[in-house]
Nanobody, 114 residues
Framework: QVQLVESGGGLVQAGGSLRLSCAASRIIFSSYAMGWYRQAPGTQRELVAAITSGGSTNYTDSVKGRFTISRDNAKNTVYLQMNSLKPEDTAVYYC????????WGQGTQVTVSS
């Protein structure tokens, strides 16, 4: 089972930026598409960004142009750069495999104040 440790969350004002990191282990990281997910209170977990093993990316519409996903295969780490943050981005953010996610980590809390 994949092991994932997310970090980098915090409290930020609207319009601010944060960079999330996720260290993965127990998988051949470079072979897998990865995703960043988020879950706000009372909502289902949603996929917000994904990156293939080859580096192609895609985003949910609400974050396009503001969030950037990237990966460093040498460090087994995936990142999420979040700019122009909005209060509606407030959620716990998780990383996991893009397909068949398992072994969810603790996530990292992102809170955006208005």
């Amino acid at each position: 089972q994949v092991q994932l440790v997310e970090s980098g969350g915090g409290l930020v004002q609207a319009g601010g930026s944060l960079r999330l990191s996720c260290a993965a282990s127990r998988i051949i990281f470079s072979s897998y598409a990865m995703g960043w997910y988020r879950q706000a209170p009372g909502t289902q977990r949603e996929l917000v960004a994904a990156i293939t093993s080859g580096g192609s990316t895609n985003y949910t519409d609400s974050v396009k142009g503001r969030f950037t996903i990237s990966r460093d295969n040498a460090k087994n780490t995936v990142y999420l750069q979040m700019n122009s943050l909005k209060p509606e981005d407030t959620a716990v953010y998780y990383c996991n495999l893009r397909f068949n996610p398992n072994g969810w980590g603790q996530g990292t809390q992102v809170t955006v104040s208005s």
